[in-house]
């Protein structure tokens, strides 16, 4: 098979891409507002009700999987739309936390 030289402005193109397709793999909340493709693969990220998970001293406790995401983790992020928000792998309720979504005020 023969190789193929790639020229710099066609990598550049082809790199210029991979953030579009990054952002493609995000999906909306019901409500409407885009998870961060950072926390999600088009499939991870689902409300959650305030039985899910509850406010402990030490930080939030997914009683899903016995987590407890403190206050000042990474993965804590500020809600688009006022309400929780959890992305777990797969999306599975019973995988570990990638991201948690928090109401303002929370």
């Known amino acids: 098979m023969p190789r ?3 020229s710099f402005p066609v990598l550049f193109l082809l790199a210029a891409q991979v953030p579009l397709a990054a952002r493609a ?3 909306d909340a019901p409500s409407g507002w885009t998870y961060p493709s950072s926390c999600c693969s088009g499939h991870d990220c689902y409300p959650v009700s305030g039985p899910a998970l509850e406010t402990t ?5 997914i009683k899903a999987t016995g987590e407890v995401i403190p ?4 993965r804590i992020k500020p809600s688009g739309d006022g309400s929780y928000h959890r992305c777990s792998w797969g999306g599975d309720v019973n995988s570990s936390t990638i991201c948690l979504f928090i109401p303002s005020g929370s």
Do not use: I, K, P, Q
Request: no cysteine.
């Open 71 to 74: 206050f000042t983790s990474r």
């Open 4 to 6: 193929v030289a790639l």
């Open 57 to 61: 001293a030490d930080g939030y406790h």
């Open 25 to 27: 793999l995000a999906h």
